[in-house]
């Protein structure tokens, strides 16, 4: 039996450098969760319509993003946007690589809500008088999303642990820190345990907060308990 | 609308005279690609009456009353509801006929992410543009005249069939419709709770609401309606009182389907 002695001591000085990577790591996932799921809502729309084209194109990007590694995706919006006069951060970088891939992961999720949507739902309201956007928002979108929310939610907690990710490209957040913490103290089972604890909580955490969203959003979830 | 005041039976309905039928169906004939479901159905609803279309599965009876509110296009010749002809293409024309046509479905279809309450005041707020507290205080009304006043608040999926089918009819009923249309509207009911649908419907009936019904119970067509009307391969076989109707059928195909016991 090998023998190791843990020592977390260097935790005294470096707590505040786990604590800055968590707060960035929630800043960098809760930013691309955000605007995910408009990309993810809007994909989805245009996916399920009537616009052959549009729907087609919409169906490559997501297949494109589903079938090739984050890693690369995020190698190519950083290293590869430069070379055609497109520079940013390395967090901008990692937002947008983010969004682009929870964008197509969600608009799948979405739209599996959408065409779960009765024909007969769409009859009745049209009979009530609502028009074509009423019918769409009140009757396709709301249920839709409520529908999938649950499938939404762990796609949004497993971008947030992927967005560890986007340390390959020094992105600031919470891998990256430990990284940086692990050089210079040289503690690497100490430092990546922390981390992983961290990263638990941090699941936690997006779970509560995605939860009371949904309670928020969703009568029917909160009156039925659903 | 006086639903608990009005009792014992009712009147049979006369149509106002000289006034135009509220539904005037001439010559329509409908086709699914290859097939075609409706040969020439011509067919006049009067106000204030009671309209039951009987017939086997297949004779196109649905789909009729899918062409007069405009859920199908049809093929050849003309639908009026309340002198105003009925077009799919025409937007206004379908606007202005979901203003004076309710209607209800086999499956409810009930949203179910609304409470019982938003389901009817959906319309109310984002058609009619009422304010909330008068949609509310319609659905209240409405969901008085069919009995289910304590149900405001449930969801959908709490409800019983017949409750929930009840709450469909109120959900119409609140926008004031000129004509209601029911679609099958038992068949998915459980025997013991087909009654208190058809008792709501018979309840709106004698207060003079001009319905038009699609159905298999033909005990309640035979003793509510004001005409039974009955489809055979996409046409209207034979229509008429039912008192004469039942009594002596004209064609032997109705007289088949009477003694089927359907």
């Known amino acids: ?226 | 609308m006086s639903v608990n005041e009005a009792a014992g039976t009712r009147p049979r309905n006369e149509a106002v005279p000289g006034a135009e039928p509220i539904i005037v169906v001439d010559s329509v004939s409908k086709s699914f690609g290859p097939l075609q479901v409706l040969h020439g159905v011509s067919l006049e609803i009067e106000r204030g009456t009671m309209v039951a279309i009987v017939g086997r599965s297949g004779s196109g009876k649905s789909t009729l009353l899918r062409c007069i509110n405009a859920l199908e296009e049809i093929n050849g010749g003309t639908i009026k509801v309340c002198g105003h002809m009925v077009s799919m293409s025409d937007r206004a024309s379908v606007k202005r006929l979901r203003s004076e046509v309710g209607m209800v479905f086999q499956s409810y279809n009930l949203f179910p992410h609304l409470n019982v309450l938003r389901n009817i005041t959906l319309a109310l707020t984002a058609v009619q543009k009422k304010s909330r507290a008068d949609a509310d205080a319609i659905a209240h009304k409405v969901l008085g005249l069919v009995g289910l006043a304590d149900k405001a608040e449930a969801f959908p999926e709490q409800l019983s069939g017949g409750q929930a089918q009840r709450v469909a009819i109120a959900r119409s009923l609140a926008l004031s419709p000129k004509v209601l249309l029911f679609d099958e509207v038992t068949s998915a009911l459980d025997p013991e709770l087909t009654g208190e649908v058809l008792k709501v419907m018979e309840d709106l009936a004698r207060d003079g609401m001009t319905m038009v019904l699609v159905t298999h119970e033909m005990a309640f067509a035979r003793r509510v309606a004001d005409i039974v009307v009955f489809m055979h391969q996409g046409k209207v076989w034979e229509a008429g009182p039912p008192a004469e109707l039942f009594a002596d059928p004209k064609t032997p195909e109705l007289r088949q389907f009477l003694s089927s016991g359907l």
């Open chain 1, 1 to 226: 039996m090998l023998s190791y002695s843990f020592d977390f001591s260097f935790l005294l000085t470096t707590w505040p450098a786990f604590m800055r990577g968590a707060w960035q790591t929630i800043l960098l996932a809760g930013t691309s969760i955000a605007i995910g799921f408009f990309v993810a809502l809007i994909c989805a729309i245009i996916r399920s319509g009537k616009n052959k084209l549009a729907s087609g194109l919409v169906g490559v990007y997501v297949e494109v993003i589903r079938n090739t590694p984050l890693l690369v995706q995020i190698f190519i919006v950083y290293f590869g946007l430069p070379s055609i006069g497109l520079r940013m951060s390395a967090e901008t970088a990692a937002v947008i690589a983010l969004v682009i891939n929870t964008g197509a992961y969600g608009s799948e999720i979405i739209r599996a809500g959408i065409e779960s949507i009765a024909k007969g739902q769409l009859e009745a309201a049209e009979c009530l008088g609502l028009n074509k956007f009423q019918v769409y928002w009140h009757i396709i979108l709301i249920p839709a999303v409520e529908r999938v929310y649950p499938a939404l939610s762990s796609q949004f907690v497993l971008l947030m642990l992927s967005s560890s990710i986007t340390s390959q490209i020094s992105a600031q957040e919470l891998t990256a820190e430990a990284n940086l913490i692990q050089s210079e103290t040289f503690r690497s089972f100490e430092v990546y345990l922390i981390v992983a604890a961290i990263y638990l909580a941090l699941s936690v955490l997006f779970r509560v907060v995605l939860w009371a969203i949904g309670e928020v959003a969703f009568v029917r979830r909160r009156k039925l308990r659903t």
